[in-house]
C-alpha cells in the first residue's frame, strides 16, 4: 500500500500563499487519484479537491475555486498543493489521501497556520 | 453534494462492549464507503474501504456492513486503544463527503 509522507507546518500571514507537498512511495504514483482533505481544530474532516497524477487533471472543492491549485512532479512521486488569498478560516491540518484496491492511505498531516 | 449523517454523535461504552456505528447516505453510494478512526493530534487510521473491507494491519474486530444508502461500523470487543473518533466517508462521488463523527469514550 501506498505511503504518503507530506511537508512540515507552515506559518503564514493573511493574504499570502501557502504549499503543501505530499511524496508517495510504495505504489505506482501515477495510478490513483490524490485527495487533499483539511480538519481544523475540534472540527469534522473537509474535503479539498483532487488530482490524478497522470494526467494532471484537477478538481476543486467549490469554496476553493480561484485560489486553489493543485500540481504534481512524477519525477519525484511527489504532488502539492497551493493555496492562495490565506484567511484565518484556513486555518487547520492538511492531509494527502489515496485510495486503490487495497484501501486508503493517508498522510501524516500538515499544520497550516494563518495568525497576523 | 452527498450528505453523510452519522449515529450516535457520541456514545459511552465499557472494555469488552460490542459497539455499532451507523452511517446513512443521503442517495445511494453502492460500497463507496470507509470507516477510518481519529486519536486527539493524529492523521486518520483507515480501518474500512469498500463497506465492508477490512484494511491491511487492521484488527478483525472491526468490521463493515452495508450497501447503497445504510452502513454501519461494529467493534466487536472495545479495547482500551479503542476509544476515539470514527468517522465514515462516501467516495463515490466529488465531493467526497464524511460523517460528522462518533466520539467513542470510555464509561
Known amino acids: 500500500q501506498v505511503q504518503l509522507v507530506q511537508s512540515g507546518a507552515e506559518v503564514k500571514k493573511p493574504g499570502a500563499s501557502v504549499t503543501v507537498s505530499c511524496k508517495a512511495s510504495g505504489s505506482t504514483f501515477t495510478s490513483h487519484h490524490i485527495n487533499w482533505v483539511r480538519q481544523a481544530t475540534g472540527q469534522g474532516p473537509e474535503w479539498v479537491g483532487w488530482?490524478?497524477?497522470?494526467?494532471?487533471?484537477?478538481g476543486y472543492g467549490q469554496k476553493f475555486q480561484g485560489r486553489l491549485t493543485m500540481t504534481r512532479n512524477t519525477s519525484i512521486s511527489t504532488a502539492y498543493m497551493a493555496l492562495s488569498s490565506l484567511t484565518s478560516e484556513d486555518t487547520a491540518v492538511y492531509y494527502c489521501t489515496r485510495g486503490d484496491s487495497s484501501g486508503w492511505s493517508w498522510g501524516q498531516g500538515t499544520l497550516v497556520t494563518v495568525s497576523s | 453534494d452527498i450528505q453523510m449523517t452519522q449515529s450516535p454523535s457520541s456514545l459511552s461504552a465499557s472494555v469488552g462492549d460490542r459497539v455499532t456505528i451507523t452511517c446513512r447516505a443521503s442517495?445511494?453510494?453502492?460500497?463507496?464507503l470507509a470507516w477510518f478512526q481519529q486519536k486527539p493530534g493524529k492523521a486518520p487510521k483507515a480501518l474500512i474501504y469498500g463497506a465492508s473491507s477490512l484494511q491491511g494491519g487492521v484488527p478483525a474486530k472491526f468490521s463493515g456492513s452495508g450497501s447503497g444508502t445504510d452502513f454501519t461500523l461494529t467493534i466487536s470487543s472495545l479495547q482500551p486503544e479503542d476509544f476515539a473518533t470514527y468517522y465514515c466517508q462516501q467516495y463515490k462521488s466529488y465531493p467526497q463527503t464524511f460523517g460528522q463523527g462518533t466520539k467513542v469514550e470510555i464509561k
Open positions: 442517495q445511494g453510494i453502492n460500497n463507496y
Open positions: 488530482m490524478h497524477p497522470n494526467s494532471g487533471d484537477t
